[in-house]
């Protein structure tokens, strides 16, 4: 069993759609949660991160943590042509010291226009 | 956020010749960067961890004597692919660390020929 699991998709809604984005995980000490948006040929650019559990809302964006499930969700409001990108979940035990992430297999996201 | 810049941003090479990648944060000091490495629609393969004016440590599988990796200053990492062959084409991802959070380079995109 991998660390963590995400679906690859590819996930397909149209234009306007809540998108919902999943990501588990087994390691109970991630305390470290990120999300990433990777477009085509591009490195991975940071959208969200939260600690521990709890909600976290960015303008369309909204990051869900669920220690108790081992499971994180991001969520996408009103989705655009614009969000149709890769998005890959990363997770991380600490700050400091020698830690590496954890990262999802990605998810391949197309919104319709 | 953070700025990461990623140089050169395309390279093609021959066989058997050396290529070096650069990576810079741009607008804040990195004790710690990360190489990694991306193949089509999969995800980011940690390759190793570089540290500033320490020897870089690389993850399981990865030849340290193929994959150079130097990081002489707190704002800049060099990973020099040795030897390159066909085998070593892929997209090249640097990260920087500040606390908590990685912040990504734009990648190389390596061709061997």
């Known amino acids: 069993q991998k660390e963590v699991e995400q679906d690859p998709g590819p996930l397909s809604v149209p234009e306007g759609a809540i998108v919902s984005l999943n990501c588990t995980y087994s390691?109970?000490?991630?305390?470290?949660f990120m999300w990433y948006r990777q477009y085509s040929r591009k490195g991975p650019e940071l959208l969200m991160y939260?600690?521990?559990?709890g909600n976290k809302e960015d303008g369309r964006f909204t990051a869900q943590v669920d220690k108790s499930s081992k499971y994180i969700s991001l969520f996408i409001r009103d989705s655009q042509p614009s969000d149709s990108a890769t998005y890959l979940c990363?997770?991380?035990?600490?700050?400091?010291?020698?830690?590496?992430?954890?990262f999802g297999t990605g998810t391949r996201l197309k919104v319709l226009a | 956020g953070a700025v990461v810049s990623q140089h050169p941003s395309r390279v093609i090479c021959k066989s058997g010749t050396s290529v070096k990648i650069e990576c810079r944060s741009l607008d804040f000091q990195a004790t710690t960067m990360f190489w990694y490495r991306q193949f089509p629609k999969q995800s980011l393969m940690l390759m190793a961890t570089?540290?500033?004016?320490?020897?870089?440590?690389?993850e399981q599988g990865v030849e340290k004597d193929k994959f150079l990796i130097n990081h002489a200053s707190l704002t800049l990492s060099t990973l020099t692919v040795t030897s390159a062959h066909p085998e070593d084409s892929s997209f090249y991802i640097c990260?920087?660390?500040?606390?908590?959070?990685?912040?990504f380079g734009p990648g190389t995109r390596l061709l061997v020929l």
């Open positions: 939260t600690y521990s559990s």
């Open positions: 990363a997770m991380s035990p600490a700050t400091s010291g020698t830690y590496k992430y954890i």
């Open positions: 390691n109970s000490a991630f305390q470290y």
């Open positions: 990260s920087a660390r500040v606390p908590g959070l990685q912040y």
């Open positions: 570089s540290n500033e004016g320490s020897k870089a440590t690389y």
